[in-house]
């Protein structure tokens, strides 16, 4: 397993931007098959917001399409949400996820985002 340790939350108005970052703290890195950033808002379920798979490729939900980033770099074990022109519906805790290729996953241990109106 690996421990994985969030950080770039904050409180921000409506329009700004926030970038997380989602770092191995412990564990081997080896065979990871996507690493992925999710949140809950309170009261509501968690959702799956970014996904970066291994080749590259990228997945956003709906909501953050045009307005969100996610990047990897496998230098620094290091997976990124740059999260441009936020709305107060973006509120949340925000989770990363990392997934290997044996389908065990690995959690953060999230970071709580404000976006005030």
């Known amino acids: 397993q690996v421990r994985l340790v969030e950080s770039g939350g904050g409180l921000v108005q409506a329009g700004g931007s926030l970038r997380l970052s989602c770092a191995v703290a412990a564990g081997v890195v080896s065979g990871i098959n996507d690493k992925g950033w999710f949140r809950q808002a309170p009261g509501k379920q968690r959702e799956l917001v970014a996904l970066?798979?291994?080749?590259?490729?990228?997945s956003y939900a709906d909501s953050v399409k045009g307005r969100f980033t996610i990047s990897n770099d496998n230098a620094k074990n290091t997976v990124y949400l740059q999260m441009d022109s936020l709305k107060p519906e973006d509120t949340g805790v925000y989770y990363c996820?990392?997934?290997?290729?044996?389908?065990?996953?690995?959690w953060g241990q999230g970071t709580q985002v404000t976006v005030s109106s």
């Open positions: 996820r990392w997934t290997r290729t044996n389908g065990l996953s690995s």
């Open positions: 970066i798979r291994t080749g590259g490729s990228t």
